[in-house]
C-alpha cells in the first residue's frame, strides 16, 4: 500500500465517540470458527487475495519466478525424457536397436552401444551424463524461481512492516490506550513475516508443484495408461489425512499465534517495567508467566507440527500403495527392468510434489490468522485523523480557545464539559484542580490526541478539525515530569526538538536549559549515552535535557505538565529559571499541583469535575473560590508540616 492507499483508508474516517467504537470492532478471526464451508473458503482465500495487491509493484519478477517455477515443472518431462532414453540403451535387454518417441517433438530409433568396444563405452559414458545435465538445468530454473520469489518476499515483507507501522504510528492514543506493545510489536516482526512467507509459498508452490504433477502424470499415462491408471488410483486417498488435519492445525496455529503475542507482552512489560520488577522483587513472578506462556506456546506449536508431519508418511504409505500394484501389474504383463524402472522413478518422483502440495494446505490454515491480524490492523480506522483537505496551520500563534468543549472517553462519562476558554498569546496560564478534574484531557484535546465530542479548539484562530496534526503539534512545546528520552547520545536526544539543529544550536538551547554543565562533566560531553529512558542521568538532569529539546522546537504554545513535582527544591530552582527562559514570548499552559510554582500566573484557571469553575489571579481567587482556597489551604498545610 503506498502512502496514497494509506490516506484512503483513513479517508473513511468518521469522528467523535462513535469512531472510537469503530476503531474497536472486533477483526473477522474470531468469525471464522463459525463459518460454513462455503464461507470460510472465501474467508481463508481472502487475505491471500489482499496481500497479493501488495505485489503488484514488483510484478515482472514475480511473473519470473512464477514462470521459472513453471518451466522447472515443466522440465521433469525432459528429464523423465533423458532417463527413459539412458535405461533402455544402458540397462541389460534383448533389443539391438531402441525406437524412442517425445510426444509432439519426434520419433527416433537408437543402435544400443555396446560397451565391450571403446567407442561403445564413451557414447555409454556420455548417455549417462544426460541425466545429471538434466537435473542440473532443473536445478537452476528452481534456484531462478526461488531467487525471484524471494527477491519479492523480502519486498513485500518490507512494504507490510513500513506500512503497518505508519499506520500504527498515525493511529490516536486511544488505540494505544487499548493495546498492549508487545502484541503490537509481535505483529508488526513476526505476523508481518508469517503473512509474506504464507503468500509467497502458496504462489511459489502453486507454480511448481502442480505442474510438476501434471507433467510426470501426463508422461506416465503418455507411456503406459493402464501402469498410470493402477499405481495412482490410491492417491486421491492422500487428500484423506490433509482435510482431517488441517483443521487442526488451524486451531493450534491460531492458538499459538496468541500464545506468541502474550510472550511478547510479558517480556517487554518485565523490561519496560523492571525497576518496579526488581523494587517488589517480582522476577520469579514475571519468569512464571513468561514460562506459562512460552510453554503453552510450544505445545501449540508441536500440535500443529505433528499434524504437519504426520502428512508426509501418510502420503508415502498410501502412494507406495500404488507401487505396490504397479509392481504386479509389471509382473503379470513381462514388463523389461528398463520400463518398469522409468514407471518407478516417475512414482517416487511425485510424491514430493504431492507431499509439498499437501503440506502446504495445511501451513496456509495457521498463517492465514497472521495475514488477517497484519491486514486487519492496516485496514483499522484511526480515531482522530487529518481532513482530507487538511492543510498546515496558517497562522502558527499562541492565541488558543476552547469554544464549549465537551468530550468523554467513554460514552455518558464525560471527562471535560462545556469549556470556554480563551488564552491570549504571550501569556501565563494555569490549570489547576482536584486529580481527575480534567486538565490533562485539555492538554491532550489541545494537542490533538482527541478531537471533542463537542464544540471547537481553535489555535491562531484556526479549527484543529481543519489543519493537518503535525502542523498543530509543531506549534506546541510539553515539559512532562516523565519525558522520554531515547537510547542515544545526549546530542540526538536534544535534536528531537528539530531535526537539522547544528551541534552550535544544541550547544546553545543545552546552556539556557542549564544543561550544558552537567553534560560537559559526562564521559562523552553531548556524545555520552543517557541509557534506556535516559536512566543513567538523575530526574533533573532528564528534565533539563528535555527543556532544552523544547527550547529548540521554538513552538508558541508551551504546555507544561507538572513539569517540578518530581523534584527537590533546589533542582525546581534550577528548572523553574530554565523554564522561565523557555516560556519567553510564549503562551504558556501550566498544570501543577504545587501551586507554590503558578503564583504569578497571569490567570489561574480552576477546573472540577470535568468543568471550569473560576478564573482569576491568585489573590482574587483566594477570595472568590472555595475550591482555590481550600487546595491553597491543604498545601500550605503540608509545606507547614514539612
Ligand atoms: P490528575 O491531576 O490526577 O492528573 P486530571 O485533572 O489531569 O487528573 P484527567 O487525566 O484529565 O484529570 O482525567 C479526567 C477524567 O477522565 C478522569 O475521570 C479519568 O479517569 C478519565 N480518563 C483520563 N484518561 C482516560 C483514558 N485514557 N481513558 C478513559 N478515561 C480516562
Redesign the pocket.
Known amino acids: 500500500m503506498t502512502e496514497k492507499q494509506t490516506q484512503s483508508l483513513d479517508r473513511d474516517e468518521t469522528s467523535g465517540s462513535s469512531r472510537r467504537e469503530e476503531a474497536e470492532k472486533p477483526t473477522g478471526k474470531e468469525d471464522v470458527s463459525r463459518l460454513g464451508s462455503y464461507e470460510f473458503a472465501t474467508e481463508t482465500r481472502r487475505p491471500f487475495l489482499r496481500l497479493l495487491s501488495y505485489v503488484r509493484p514488483y510484478r515482472w519478477r514475480f511473473v519470473a519466478a512464477i514462470g521459472f517455477g513453471i518451466a522447472c515443472g515443466l522440465f521433469n518431462a525432459a528429464i523423465i525424457s533423458a532417463m527413459q532414453l539412458v535405461f533402455k540403451m544402458l540397462l541389460p535387454s534383448d533389443e539391438d536397436v531402441i525406437s524412442f518417441k517425445i510426444p509432439l517433438v519426434g520419433a527416433w530409433e537408437f543402435q544400443v552401444p555396446d560397451v565391450s568396444d571403446s567407442q561403445g563405452l564413451k557414447i555409454a559414458i556420455l548417455l549417462s551424463l544426460l541425466i545429471p545435465l538434466a537435473i542440473l538445468l532443473r536445478g537452476a530454473l528452481n534456484y531462478l524461481s526461488q531467487y525471484f520469489m524471494m527477491w519479492v518476499g523480502n519486498r513485500v515483507l518490507y512494504d507490510l512492516r513500513d506500512q503497518l507501522f505508519t499506520k500504527l504510528l498515525h493511529h490516536s492514543l486511544?488505540f494505544y490506550?487499548k493495546q498492549k506493545t508487545g502484541e503490537l510489536i509481535q505483529t508488526v516482526v513476526n505476523q508481518t513475516q508469517l503473512a509474506q512467507g504464507a503468500g509467497m509459498k502458496l504462489v511459489g508452490s502453486l507454480a511448481k508443484h502442480p505442474v510438476s504433477i501434471l507433467t510426470m502424470v501426463g508422461c506416465l499415462v503418455y507411456l503406459d495408461w493402464i501402469f498410470a491408471l493402477v499405481a495412482l488410483v490410491v492417491f486421491p486417498l492422500c487428500l484423506v489425512p490433509v482435510l482431517t488435519l488441517s483443521n487442526k492445525v488451524r486451531k493450534a496455529g491460531g492458538k499459538e499465534q496468541e500464545e506468541a503475542g502474550k510472550l511478547m507482552v510479558t517480556i517487554q512489560e518485565s523490561f519496560a517495567g523492571i525497576r518496579d520488577v526488581k523494587a517488589y522483587a517480582r522476577e520469579d513472578f514475571e519468569r512464571e508467566k513468561f514460562n506459562g506462556a512460552s510453554k503453552r506456546m510450544l505445545a501449540f506449536i508441536m500440535r500443529w507440527k505433528k499434524a504437519v508431519e504426520i502428512v508426509g508418511p501418510l502420503v508415502e504409505a498410501v502412494a507406495s500403495l500404488g507401487i505396490a500394484a504397479g509392481l504386479v501389474y509389471a509382473k503379470m504383463t513381462g514388463m523389461t527392468a528398463a520400463d518398469f524402472l522409468i514407471r518407478y522413478v516417475i512414482l517416487i518422483a511425485l510424491y514430493p510434489h504431492a507431499k509439498a502440495l499437501s503440506r502446504m494446505q495445511i501451513e496456509l490454515q495457521k498463517c492465514r490468522i497472521a495475514t488477517n491480524m497484519v491486514l486487519d490492523n492496516m485496514v483499522r480506522n484511526a480515531d482522530v485523523a487529518d481532513a482530507v483537505d487538511a492543510g498546515a496551520l496558517p497562522n502558527p500563534k499562541g492565541d488558543v480557545c476552547f469554544q464549549d468543549v465537551s468530550f468523554a472517553?467513554?460514552k455518558g462519562v464525560p471527562?471535560v464539559r462545556g469549556i470556554d476558554l480563551r488564552l491570549q498569546s504571550g501569556r501565563f496560564y494555569a490549570l489547576v484542580?482536584p486529580?481527575?478534574?480534567?486538565?490533562?484531557?485539555l492538554f491532550s484535546l489541545l494537542l490533538r490526541f482527541y478531537d471533542p465530542d463537542e464544540g471547537q479548539i481553535l489555535i491562531g484562530g484556526s479549527d484543529l478539525r481543519h489543519v493537518t496534526q503535525a502542523s498543530v503539534r509543531e506549534n506546541i512545546s510539553v515539559v512532562n515530569q516523565d519525558t522520554f528520552l531515547f537510547h542515544d547520545t545526549i546530542e540526538t536526544n536534544i535534536r528531537y526538538g528539530k531535526l537539522d539543529a547544528t551541534i552550535e544550536e544544541i550547544e546553545a538551547v543545552a546552556r539556557k536549559a542549564h544543561a550544558h554543565e552537567f553534560i560537559c562533566e559526562q564521559d562523552k560531553g553531548y556524545q555520552t549515552v543517557i541509557g534506556d529512558k535516559g536512566h543513567q542521568l538523575s530526574g533533573g538532569q532528564r528534565q533539563r535535557i528535555s527543556i532544552a529539546r523544547s527550547i529548540l522546537r521554538d513552538a508558541p504554545v508551551l504546555l507544561l505538565d507538572e513539569a517540578y513535582s518530581a523534584l527537590d527544591t533546589e533542582s525546581e530552582k534550577i528548572i523553574q529559571e530554565a523554564v522561565e527562559i523557555l516560556a519567553e514570548g510564549k503562551t504558556v499552559i501550566a498544570?501543577a499541583?504545587r501551586l507554590s510554582t503558578i503564583l504569578d500566573a497571569d490567570e489561574i484557571i480552576v477546573?472540577e469535575e470535568?468543568c471550569v469553575v473560576a478564573r482569576g489571579t491568585h489573590e482574587e481567587l483566594l477570595k472568590g473560590c472555595p475550591l482555590y482556597k481550600r487546595l491553597y489551604k491543604l498545601q500550605f498545610a503540608s509545606m507547614e508540616a514539612v
Request: hydrophobic share 25%; aromatic share 6%; net charge positive.
Open positions: 486511544s490506550s472517553y467513554k471527562a484542580g486529580s481527575g478534574a480534567g486538565k490533562s484531557t498544570i499541583h477546573m470535568g
